[in-house]
């Protein structure tokens, strides 16, 4: 009963949202490039290639690089959860039982949990917890990835949704966590600091 | 056509892999430079002239993922000679890290004037906003074989 709900409130979002498809020719493309799997990911480790040198001291650039540090733990983080959630539970794409308007291609993996949407969400929040100025450009980017997604038409708005949220868990683990990785981050920090980067 | 390197990328086009490689690679060194700019890292600043380096650097992010973009259709599935998330982060990591040589390579030659060797700078990443990287990697080895 309760995932039947889901199941039409998930339909009825994705066919208004998709039914706009084709409406705007420059909106379509736009989301062609956001929705593909590079844009969006490219502009996160870019981010974090941009932290790995930022700081206005020594203290500073440890700072920005233990976000790095802590983002690359929530991507194996939020990939095993994703691995976990995939042996257990498969969810059909919607565009094999509603007639929407592809912007992509036609995935064949499980549409729930969203890992691109899982992944990007747990770097950005990691980020977003350490560092505002560079952590909330890219929660705003990875919302409308998000909904980009939908529009479409390669996940319904659930798996978005609880993608956001397992990325978001993710990140709080990890950002209290941080404590117990730090004789990780340490052992790292020896060695580029060695080669006089970190 | 495939990249006999590993059974894994067999499905890879490669001027796909290439074209990615390339626009991390250029990205990756604008996106160096801004952070240099930034973190007043003068050594390993590509060009003195602080508001011409950062429209170039910023020119440099942007304009390779316009043209990853334009070129062709990117949206292409992982069987279909697309990049699957982990063959994105092999070839990110090849083109952030050569990005990375590069950018500390050139740089310590086009500041090779600008600093004179300072021997007492400590082993950090912050040591390059009074010298060059070589410079650094230098007196590394310098110090080691003294106290040898």
Redesign the interface.
């Known amino acids: 009963m309760y995932f039947e709900t889901i199941t039409k409130i998930d339909e009825s979002i994705i066919l208004w949202l998709n039914a706009k498809v084709g409406t705007f020719i420059f909106l379509d493309n736009i989301a062609?490039?956001i929705?593909?799997?590079?844009?969006v990911?490219?502009c996160i480790?870019?981010t974090l290639?941009?932290?790995?040198?930022?700081?206005?001291?020594?203290i500073?650039?440890m700072k920005s690089q233990t976000i790095v540090l802590n983002s690359l733990i929530s991507i194996l983080l939020s990939n095993t959860i994703i691995f976990t959630s995939n042996l257990l539970y498969f969810r059909e794409r919607p565009y094999e039982s509603l007639d929407l308007n592809l912007?992509?291609?036609?995935?064949?993996d499980s549409s729930f949990p969203a890992?691109?949407c899982t992944?990007t969400t747990a770097i950005a929040t990691t980020i977003l917890l350490k560092n505002t100025r560079f952590g909330l450009p890219l929660a705003i980017l990875v919302l409308i990835f998000g909904i980009s997604r939908i529009y479409a038409g390669v996940h319904y708005p659930s798996d978005i949704v609880s993608a956001w949220i397992l990325g978001i868990l993710t990140a709080t683990i990890i950002y209290y966590s941080e404590s117990l990785l730090s004789r990780i981050y340490n052992i790292i920090f020896k060695f580029t600091?060695?080669?006089?980067?970190? | 056509m495939t990249i006999p390197l590993f059974s894994e990328f067999q499905n890879i086009s490669p001027s796909y892999a290439v074209d990615y490689i390339l626009m991390v690679f250029f990205s990756s060194i604008g996106i160096i430079q801004l952070a240099a700019i930034s973190s007043q890292l003068t050594g390993i600043i590509l060009i003195r002239n602080l508001n011409l380096a950062k429209s170039i650097a910023a020119l440099l992010v942007i304009s390779p993922v316009l043209w990853f973009f334009a070129k062709t259709n990117r949206n292409i599935n992982d069987y279909a000679g697309g990049l699957d998330a982990n063959d994105q982060a092999v070839f990110f990591l090849i083109g952030a890290v050569l990005a990375t040589i590069t950018t500390l390579s050139v740089s310590s030659l086009v500041n090779k004037k600008l600093f004179d060797t300072n021997h007492n700078l400590p082993g950090e990443l912050h040591s390059l906003k009074n010298s060059t990287y070589y410079n650094l990697i230098k007196n590394v080895l310098r110090n080691n074989y003294k106290n040898r």
């Open positions: 062609k490039w929705v593909s799997d590079y844009f990911p490219v480790c870019l290639l941009f932290l790995w040198f930022y700081g206005k001291n020594t500073d650039i912007l992509f291609y036609q995935p064949t890992n691109s992944v600091r060695a080669i006089y980067l970190s």
